[in-house]
């Protein structure tokens, strides 16, 4: 059974850094794609960052030079290092993995887009004030 387990939230000004951390259990990260996911209230998730397999990054435009993904594969954890963090970051983000078995979401490189991401941990909130 795949289980993600975000952690890292938090509060902090504008301009400043947090970084999120997702322990995986049940897969291999090396194995699968991993992403980052956030989602504003009301409204649909939306892909932040995912990385594949080969070490592959893929960034949604809005945060290209702020966020970095990485991924532990010794630990099989992921990353998300968020800098100069804007008040319109304010999301509950998402660790995400892909897996065979089904779902909605496609992010990233080719390889991270042979299957959808449907596995998800249950989130950690990241509030940045102005």
């Known amino acids: 059974q795949v289980q993600l387990m975000e952690s890292g939230g938090g509060s902090v000004q504008s301009g400043g850094s947090l970084r999120l951390s997702c322990a995986a259990s049940?897969?291999?990260?090396?194995?699968?794609?991993m992403g980052w996911f956030r989602q504003y209230p009301g409204k649909e998730h939306e892909a932040v960052a995912s990385?594949?397999?080969?070490?592959?990054?893929t960034y949604v435009n809005s945060v290209k030079g702020r966020f970095t993904i990485s991924q532990d594969n010794t630990k099989n954890t992921l990353y998300l290092q968020m800098n100069s963090l804007k008040p319109e970051d304010t999301a509950m983000y998402y660790c995400?993995?892909?897996?065979?078995?089904?779902?909605?979401?496609?992010?990233?490189?080719?390889?991270?887009?042979?299957?959808?991401?449907?596995?998800w941990g249950q989130g950690t909130q990241v509030t940045v004030s102005s």
């Open positions: 995400a993995a892909t897996n065979s078995r089904g779902g909605r979401w496609y992010f990233g490189t080719t390889r991270c887009r042979q299957f959808p991401f449907g596995s």
């Open positions: 990385i594949d397999s080969d070490g592959m990054t």
């Open positions: 049940g897969l291999t990260t090396s194995s699968v794609c």
